[in-house]
C-alpha cells in the first residue's frame, strides 16, 4: 500500500490524479522520482494516443527581455484547458525558456521543451503543443495582448513611445494588417490584383465607354481600396477612429519598424463535437 504523504507529493510534482500515483508508487516501491518518471512514460503514451486529435485552442504569449522580443502559440484541445492555471503556466514557462535559449527552429523549440508538454499532458490529459513562436528585435519594442491571449501583438518603433506603441498594437490586433505600407506589398501580389480588377473592369457595363485614360486611374483606384483595407497605416486608428494609423504616425514623428500578429488556431481546423457520437462510442 503506497505512502498516502508520498502520493500527496507525487500529485504535487506530477498533478497526475490519486490512483495513477498510488499505482505508480506501487510500480516503482515507494521511490518519488522514478514514480514521476513512470507517470512521464504513461504520459508519453497517452499524448500518442491523441496525436490525431485537433488542438486548435489555446494562447499566444509575449515576453520581452531589452531588445528582443518572443511571441509564442502553444495550441490545447479545448477552450476550458486553455483557461485552467496549469495551461497558462505551461505557456509561459515555454515564453521564457524560449526567449532565454534563442532557439533557430521550431523543431529545436520542441525538442528543448518536450518535457513541460509531456508533464502538462499528464496534467491536463489533452493533446498540447508548441505550434510557433517568432523574435522581433529592436530598441523600441511594444506589445499588446488581447482577451488573455487569444491575439496577441508584438512590434518596434522607430522612436520610443510605449503608449503609441501599444495604440498601434491594439489596432493591429482589431484590424489584422497584411502589411506595414502598400511599399512593403510583393509586386507579383500587386500584379495579380491588377489582372484582377482589369478583367473585373471588362465585364463592368459601367466603364466600357470610358477612356483608356480614365480606365486606367480607375483601375488604380481599385487596387489602391484593396489593399488599404489590409495596410496597417491606411487603417484608422483604434483609440481615434476619425484618424488613420498613418496620420497618428506623422503626428508623433514616428515609425512601424516591424510587426508580428499571432491569433490562436488561424489557419487551423476547429473541433466539431458530435454529442450523438460521443454517447454511443461509449456506450459501445
Not at 495513477?20 to 513512470?38: F, I, N, S, T, Y
Not at 498540447?128 to 487569444?150: A, I, P, Q, V
Request: net charge negative.
Amino acid at each position: 500500500m503506497a505512502n498516502i504523504a508520498l502520493i500527496k507529493v507525487l500529485r504535487e510534482r506530477t498533478g497526475a490524479g490519486m490512483m495513477d500515483c498510488k499505482r505508480a508508487l506501487e510500480e516503482c516501491h515507494d521511490d518519488v522520482d522514478k514514480a514521476c518518471d513512470w507517470l512521464r512514460e504513461k504520459g508519453i503514451a497517452k499524448a500518442a494516443k491523441k496525436a490525431d486529435r485537433i488542438a486548435a485552442e489555446g494562447l499566444t504569449c509575449i515576453k520581452i527581455n531589452g531588445n528582443k522580443g518572443v511571441i509564442v502559440e502553444v495550441n490545447c484541445e479545448t477552450d476550458f484547458v486553455a483557461k485552467s492555471d496549469a495551461f497558462i503556466e505551461l505557456v509561459k514557462e515555454v515564453t521564457e525558456n524560449i526567449i532565454n535559449n534563442g532557439y533557430k527552429t521550431i523543431e529545436e523549440a520542441k525538442a528543448a521543451t518536450e518535457s513541460f508538454f509531456t508533464d502538462a499532458t499528464v496534467k491536463l490529459g489533452e493533446k498540447l503543443s508548441l505550434r510557433r513562436f517568432d523574435y522581433l528585435e529592436g530598441e523600441h519594442l511594444g506589445s499588446y495582448t488581447h482577451n488573455g491571449g487569444k491575439i496577441s501583438v508584438l512590434i518596434t518603433l522607430k522612436e520610443e513611445n510605449p503608449a503609441l506603441a501599444k495604440g498601434i498594437a491594439m489596432s493591429i490586433v482589431a484590424n489584422n494588417p497584411k502589411y506595414i505600407t502598400e511599399k512593403d506589398i510583393p509586386s507579383d501580389v500587386i500584379e495579380n490584383e491588377k489582372k484582377i480588377q482589369i478583367e473585373a473592369a471588362k465585364n463592368d457595363e459601367k466603364l466600357k465607354n470610358k477612356p483608356e485614360q480614365a480606365l486606367v486611374k480607375i483601375i488604380e483606384g481599385k487596387v489602391h481600396k484593396v489593399f488599404s483595407e489590409v495596410t496597417l497605416v491606411e487603417q484608422d486608428y483604434i483609440l481615434d477612429p476619425s484618424k488613420t494609423v498613418k496620420q497618428i504616425l506623422e503626428e508623433n514623428k514616428n515609425e512601424v519598424i516591424k510587426f508580428v500578429r499571432y491569433q490562436v488556431g488561424e489557419g487551423l481546423e476547429k473541433r466539431v463535437d458530435n454529442f450523438v457520437e460521443e454517447v454511443m462510442a461509449q456506450a459501445k
